[in-house]
T-cell receptor, first 110, second 110 residues
Framework: GIQVEQSPPDLILQEGANSTLRCNFSDSVNNLQWFHQNPWGQLINLFYIPSGTKQNGRLSATTVATERYSLLYISSSQTTDSGVYFCAVEYRGSNYKLTFGKGTLLTVNP | DTAVSQTPKYLVTQMGNDKSIKCEQNLGHDTMYWYKQDSKKFLKIMFS???????INETVPNRFSPKSPDKAHLNLHINSLELGDSAVYFC?????????FGNGTRLTVT
């Protein structure tokens, strides 16, 4: 099956700092999504981004499918950004099956 | 509110018991899923249904049986619970490819 690797595994920031989270995947994909799991356990879909760049407020994401990676940018981080960020991919022929990375645990300190 | 809702939120039970988790979505989505999140936060798909038809069945023990009475509902029944079944179980739905999760059910088997 496809391998999904996220880096860094842990990240600690001061409020107001910017950060970049990376997701590498081992095969061609037709679906890539970023999720945020907040400290209460809720999983929120941030982006559906199999290719290209999207922005939503302070968050943006870029996927370079030909080079098999995606980046999630968080600007001017806030304490509410804390939690685990997951990348998930669906490779061609996997029939709606999303494979998740192990996540990046982000802690934003006030 | 439009959402994916699952009940109960917490489930504590003894080994050997049988339990069910219910999931409903009012988003009009045609595909529903069950994911398991282990103690290390790793998310793995268990089952997927599209218009009440099973399309993904990962290597899950036969003690786990999903049931979809209609495309808005996907329930998960677990027989003969074991300690290793303790985890958070997430229901999700999608129309096309963007995934929306419920808030999870934390199952603790003692």
């Amino acid at each position: 099956g496809i391998q999904v690797e996220q880096s860094p595994p842990d990240l600690i920031l001061q409020e107001g700092a910017n950060s970049t989270l990376r997701c590498n995947f081992s095969d061609s994909v037709n679906n890539l999504q970023w999720f945020h799991q907040n400290p209460w356990g809720q999983l929120i879909n941030l982006f559906y981004i199999p290719s290209g760049t999207k922005q939503n407020g302070r968050l943006s994401a870029t996927t370079v499918a030909t080079e098999r990676y995606s980046l999630l940018y968080i600007s001017s981080s806030q304490t509410t950004d804390s939690g685990v960020y997951f990348c998930a991919v669906e490779y061609r022929g996997s029939n709606y099956k999303l494979t998740f990375g192990k996540g990046t645990l982000l802690t934003v300190n006030p | 509110d439009t959402a994916v809702s699952q009940t109960p939120k917490y489930l504590v039970t003894q080994m050997g018991n049988d339990k069910s988790i219910k999931c409903e979505q009012n988003l009009g989505h045609d595909t529903m899923y069950w994911y398991k999140q282990d103690s290390k936060k790793f998310l793995k798909i268990m089952f997927s249904y599209n218009n009440k038809e099973l399309i993904i069945n990962e290597t899950v023990p036969n003690r786990f049986s999903p049931k979809s009475p209609d495309k808005a509902h996907l329930n998960l029944h677990i027989n003969s619970l074991e300690l290793g079944d303790s985890a958070v179980y997430f229901c999700a739905s999608s129309l096309g490819q963007k995934l929306h999760f419920g808030n999870g059910t934390r199952l603790t088997v003692t």
